[in-house]
């Protein structure tokens, strides 16, 4: 029962590019929504978060856009750095936390 | 301020054995989950802990079970091992009032043969 999906498992895309990650959900009762990002030999590090009663909450270089009627939400980053190449993962709660596959992101100098 | 840690980092069993997990939780935090992640997979959510009490648990068996401490540590105990519980075994620990934001530990890798 996959309840949060990220079809996309690897992104690469060129420094100074926006990289968009998505994720798709099909649980209407998710009320908060969250990216982590994780590197090799450590636990995922929480990027950004929005609530259900958003649509876009914005932190530096990262975006999160909630489209609540396609359950889908996106991540943007801009400018991608070097730096940004890690494994993304999508997570939705309504009270314990669901995550997605992961989407390995990969950002060329 | 000290983030979550885990111990051990590494852990090699026999199947049908038991095993307990370790983790600390970042000061200040009193909530602490426990997440299962197999290869290829996002971490799937074992049972959450706060104020010493089970406070949600996901789809896994009795003999997952879990312990959290006055000083908000906690275990997470693995009866009856078996090969398809080889994986890394997160802790996150969380406040009260930020509790979706949740603050994850490098985990412990279990193999099961």
């Known amino acids: 029962d996959q309840q949060v999906k990220q079809n996309s498992p690897s992104l690469s895309v060129q420094e100074g590019r926006i990289s968009i990650l998505n994720c798709d959900y099909t649980?209407?009762?998710?009320?908060?929504f969250l990216w982590y990002k994780k590197y090799p030999a450590e636990g995922p590090t929480f990027l950004i978060s929005?609530?259900?009663?958003?649509d876009k909450n914005e932190d530096g270089r990262f975006t999160v856009f909630l489209n609540k009627s396609a359950k889908h939400l996106s991540l943007h980053i801009v400018p991608s750095q070097p730096g940004d190449s890690a494994v993304y993962f999508c997570a939705a709660s309504q009270g314990d936390m669901r995550f997605g596959a992961g989407t390995r992101l990969t950002v060329k100098p | 301020e000290t983030g979550v840690t885990q111990s051990p980092t590494h852990l090699i069993k026999t199947r049908g054995q038991q095993v307990t997990l370790r983790c600390s939780s970042q000061s200040g935090h009193n909530t602490v989950s426990w997440y299962q992640q197999a290869l290829g997979q996002g971490p799937q959510f074992i049972f959450q802990?706060?104020?010493?009490?089970?406070?949600g648990r996901g789809n896994f068996p009795p003999r997952f079970s879990g312990l959290q401490f006055p000083n908000y540590s906690s275990e997470l105990n693995v009866n009856a091992l078996e090969l398809d519980d080889s994986a890394l075994y997160l802790c996150?620990?969380?406040?009260?009032?930020?509790?979706?934001?949740?603050?994850f530990g490098p985990g412990t890798r279990l193999t099961v043969t």
């Open positions: 649980n209407s009762m998710f009320d908060y």
């Open positions: 929005i609530s259900s009663i958003k």
């Open positions: 996150a620990s969380s406040s009260s009032d930020r509790a979706y934001e949740q603050y």
């Open positions: 802990y706060y104020r010493e009490e089970e406070n």
